[in-house]
């Protein structure tokens, strides 16, 4: 059951011309704004507080630790987005063990 409160409009400024001097928006977006600010804020502390993270060590020839995977994901994911044609996991995982030493050069 959702419940759903009376509509409100809100009172909003809007500028006429560009000689107008009023101060365009809602009087409400300020407190919004500042609310998130100090959201957004408390949850950076909490971040800093948790535990570090460390990198792991590429490696293309072991799958059991999902590296391929997770780039044939984001790559997929990434072409569905542009519409472009998605490569398999054994695609990606050649195209990696090509990339790689060519950075290391």
Do not use: W
Not at 43 to 66: C, I, M, V, W, Y
Not at 69 to 93: G, M, P, Q, S
């Amino acid at each position: 059951q959702v419940k759903l409160t009376a509509f409100a409009p809100k009172e909003v400024q809007i500028k006429v011309d560009d000689k107008d001097t009023t101060r365009e928006g809602c009087l409400d977006d300020d407190e919004k704004a500042r609310n998130m600010i100090q959201e957004m804020q408390a949850l950076g502390a909490r971040q800093k507080a948790s535990t570090h993270l460390t990198p792991a060590e590429f490696e293309k020839d072991d799958d059991s630790n999902f590296h391929i995977a997770f780039i044939a994901a984001a790559a997929n994911l990434r072409a569905r987005n542009y519409k472009i044609t998605e490569a398999d996991f054994h695609k990606v995982k050649m195209t990696a063990g090509k990339i790689i030493p060519a950075i290391a050069t």
